[in-house]
């Protein structure tokens, strides 16, 4: 099962990459949203071992997140606290390298993926 949402993972995170080739801010949110399918659920995946009251918080922001992306709202996108996913995504990664479901190519891959929504994510944060 866990191969499956890393392969989910990594093609919607893939998908965002091709779809973000234009930087215009048309295309920005619309990258976006896409690429953060999969950062979703890596998310959803770090949360397995966290205390259950945290893990809802941080779900609350990532559905906030979602609504934000999915409206066009740049200052709900701006507001999340892309931050605090960022980390869990980032130890989902590393988890999935350690427990070996996934080779340093992808882990690297994945890593930039991170790294391109980040930038994005910035350059709204900066505009607002």
Not at 13 to 24: D, E, H, P, Q
Not at 98 to 119: H, V
Request: one cysteine or more.
């Amino acid at each position: 099962m866990r191969i499956c949402t890393t392969i989910a993972a990594t093609a919607a995170l893939l998908l965002a990459s091709c779809v973000g080739l234009n930087n215009r801010q048309d295309y920005t949110v619309p990258a976006m949203e896409a690429a953060f399918i999969g950062i979703a659920i890596l998310v959803d995946e770090a949360l397995e071992d966290v205390e259950p009251a945290k893990a809802a918080k941080i779900r609350e922001i990532v559905d906030g997140l979602t609504l934000a992306l999915a409206s066009g709202d740049l200052k709900g996108i701006g507001d999340a606290n892309w931050h605090i996913l960022e980390a869990y995504a980032r130890k989902a990664i590393d988890k999935q390298l350690a427990d070996g479901k996934i080779g340093p190519s992808l882990a690297n891959l994945l890593r930039l993926k991170l790294d391109e929504f980040r930038r994005a994510y910035l350059k709204i944060v900066e505009a607002l």
